[in-house]
Structures are given as C-alpha cells and as structure tokens.
C-alpha cells in the first residue's frame, strides 16, 4: 500500500469515527426528521453552511477544476452559475411559506395539483437521490484505485457505510452538524491549496487567474446561461435543498439561501483555479488530481480529503433526505425505524450500479434538463392552473431532456457554436414549451 493510501484511509476511518462520536442522537422524529435540537432549529449560519457543502460534492468540484483547465476563469464562473439556484429557491420558498403557509414542497403540490403529481415528483426526486450515492462514491473509490479494482470496491463499501453510521444516528440533525464541521474542514483546505498555487514556488498570480479564459460562448458563456436557466427549475427536485428551506424560520432560511447562493458560487470559483493554473502550466487529465501530483503528496493528500469531505456531506445529506421522503412526504410511517431502514435501503439500492460499471454521469445537467418541467410550477405558483399543467409541463421537460441524453435536438435550433450549445439551447426552447404547455389549459378554460 503506497504512503498516500495509507494516509487517506487513515483519514477517512479517523474523521468518520469524529463524526460519528459528535454527532448528536436523535431520539424522536422533530430531531431526526427536522433538526429541532434543544437549542431550537438551525440559526443563519449553520443552515448557510450546511447548504454550501451539501452541494460542493465530489463531482460537483472535479467538474470545476476541469472546467478551470478547459476553458480558463470563465469555466469556473459557468459552472457557478448553478448556485443562482441558492437565491430562487430562497425567495419561492419564503413566499410559499410567509403567503401560504405552506409546510413542505410535498405540501404544496398536494394541495395544488393533487396526488399524481406527487407521486410523479416523488419518482423524480427519488431518481435523483439515488444518482447522488453512486455518482459520489464512485469519485471517492477513484482515489483509492482502478475502477473495478478491490481497493476502489472497498473503499466505496467503507465510506458508504461509514457515513451511514453516523447519519443513522440522528437523521437531518446529523446531516446538519456534520455539515457544519465539513464545511469549516472544506474551507481550509481550500485555503491551504490556494496559498501553495499563488505561493513563492510558482509564478502564478491573481492576475493570470482573471485574465485566463475567453468570454465567448464558445469557451464557457454557453454552459455559464444553460446554469442560470436551469436554477430556475434544477433546486426545486433537489430535497437535500429543499428540505432546508423549512426547517428554521422563513427570514433566516431567506437569509441562509441568499448567502449560500454567493458563497457557494465564490467556493466553486476559488476551487477551479486550480484547472486554470493546471492550464498555465500545460497539464492535462483531471486537473485536482494531476495538480496534487505536480506539489507533492501533501498537497495530493489534502485536495483527495477535500473530495472525501465534499462526497461524505452530500452522502449523509441524501440519507437523510431520502429518509423524510419516504416517511413524511410519502406519509409511509413517520416513526425513526422507517426513518433509518430507508436510510438503510437506499445505501443499499444506490451502490449497485457502482457494480454495474455505470458511468458517473453528470448528473448536473442532464436531470438538470429533465426537470425543466417544474420552471412554470413553481416560478408561477401563485397564478391558478389546473392538474394537468403539471403534467403537461413536466412531462415535456422530460422529453427535452431525453432528446439532449440522444442527441436527436435539430441542429438548426441550436444557435450558438461550440462545447454546450446543445444544453444552453435545448434548455431555451424546453422552457419556453413547457411554460406554454403549462398556460394552455388555463387560457382553453377561460
């Protein structure tokens, strides 16, 4: 076993047995379902927090460091551009709370466009949890070996399971706490790789960063506007955000979701610098990975710990959202054994494809398509629409994004040139069908 190995299980087994001993025991269902704690809900800052790291997953910062190297400073802002995701889904849920009084996003379609859409949104989001656990701890098992190797299988069954310990334990009060150390964690390790890419032994500055990089659509603009599109609609089918916007009250949820859309932008613009010095410097391949080498093990060590910390957050965070949709949302026994035999089940369910040889797809952008569907129902949840705008709208979303997994778009639609012009443009006109599929039966009623 090479040194570096060694030392990244050792971090592994220490920090999870950390978590495991401070993370708090849930002992009825406000803790383990909703975070309640003596001390009251989660303030500003911890909810801000939490929000940031479960979302800085494994993929989510290779993405940004390659995206660094592709296409300079303007990859790491595209792909920033999800987290204006952060600040919509802030400002529906405050209004939905405050003018409605709405408790849940379950809540809210019930009552609007009944059972069927429920459920039909229950199976997306259930599609995207599930994606959750393999797409991250197939990135975690690539530090520890060759994909179908032993030691990438290990490593994947002993992180998975380690974090269900600890997030089995207490539920969304767990997910919420460790969040917190993760992101503290997160946070100065970042630090410490930017002062070694802009330290004395390079010379790379702050303004080779700013002056990498093209502002055309061709070289990041295309994938920058397909994100701010899809925040439109992308947060609404992610529970892990979601069920954070009501758990404290509407002002400092608003508070949390405004801050963790600017922070957690600047965090995923920070980490791709590391691409865009990889860039300067010629390397290719995954640029985290080949950058760590090129500094020495200390640094590939920090920079894989980064990636473990991010996967463990958005792991615990899918458990024990996964665990409230089945038990509360889906009302099949809000009780803490079927809170934690869900947890269970989908740790169970979500590493099978890691056997299957399953691709890590990325999941940003295309279920980021599939559920354009959902721009008009929520974006427009004031206006009255019957149940089968719902259905019509998503539906249709669904198909776009098919047509963008086949690629079977006609060309002639897409009107831009370069890397991402078929998502920007299949995003553009998904939306604009959906929303007219969403007003159709309204405007027929009248």
């Not at 999800?82 to 802030?90: C, E, K, L, P, R």
């Not at 949820?253 to 410097?281: E, N, P």
């Not at 559920?371 to 669904?398: Q, R, Y």
Request: proline content about 3%; charged content about 10%; some cysteine.
């Amino acid at each position: 076993m090479s040194d570096l190995v060694f030392w990244q299980w050792g971090l592994i087994l220490v920090s999870s047995l950390v978590l495991f001993l401070l993370s708090p025991y849930a002992k009825d269902t406000n803790q383990f379902f909703n975070a309640v704690q003596k001390r009251g809900t989660p303030n500003t800052m911890v909810l801000m927090g939490s929000l940031i790291i479960s979302w800085i997953f494994a993929k989510s910062i290779t993405n940004a460091a390659n995206l660094g190297l592709e296409f300079g400073i303007v990859g790491g802002i595209a792909y920033a551009g999800y987290y204006v995701s952060f600040a919509v889904a802030g400002f529906v849920i405050y209004q939905m709370r405050v003018k409605a009084n709405y408790t849940s996003i379950h809540h809210f379609l019930t009552s609007k466009f009944g059972k069927r859409a429920v459920s039909l949104f229950s199976m997306l989001i259930a599609i995207r949890l599930f994606n959750e656990v393999w797409s991250n701890t197939m990135v975690v098992g690539s530090y520890f070996g060759e994909a179908g190797s032993s030691p990438y299988y290990w490593s994947i069954l002993i992180f998975t399971l380690l974090t269900l310990a600890y997030v089995i334990k207490g539920g969304m009060s767990s997910s919420i706490f460790t969040d917190v150390v993760q992101m503290a964690l997160f946070t100065l390790l970042l630090g410490i790789i930017l002062l070694t890419v802009y330290g004395p032994k390079t010379d790379f500055t702050v303004k080779d960063t700013v002056s990498s990089g093209i502002w055309s659509f061709e070289t990041g603009l295309n994938l920058l506007f397909a994100a701010i599109i899809q925040s439109f609609s992308y947060p609404f089918h992610d529970p892990v955000l979601t069920d954070r916007g009501f758990i404290s009250s509407p002002k400092t949820t608003l508070k949390s979701f405004l801050g963790a859309s600017v922070t957690g932008a600047i965090c995923i613009v920070l980490f791709s610098v590391i691409g865009v010095y990889a860039q300067s410097q010629g390397i290719v391949g995954q640029a985290a990975v080949e950058v760590g080498k090129a500094f020495g093990i200390v640094t590939l060590l920090i920079i894989n710990f980064i990636m473990i910390t991010s996967a463990a957050s958005t792991l615990d965070s899918t458990f024990s959202s996964f665990s409230k949709l089945i038990a509360v949302d889906l009302k099949l026994g809000k009780t803490l054994s079927i809170g934690r035999w869900s947890m269970v089940f989908i740790a169970f369910l979500g590493t099978i494809p890691v056997f299957l040889d399953a691709k890590i797809l990325s999941a940003t952008t295309i279920s980021g398509t599939m559920v354009i569907g959902l721009t008009p129902v929520f974006i427009f949840w004031k206006g009255k629409a019957p149940k089968i705008s719902f259905h019509l709208s998503v539906i249709c979303g669904l198909l776009f994004g098919l047509l963008l997994v086949f690629q079977r778009f006609p060309q002639q639609l897409i009107l831009t040139e370069g890397k991402y012009a078929d998502l920007l443009w299949i995003n553009v006109w998904g939306i604009l069908c959906c929303t007219l599929l969403y007003f159709i039966p309204s405007w027929i009623k009248k």
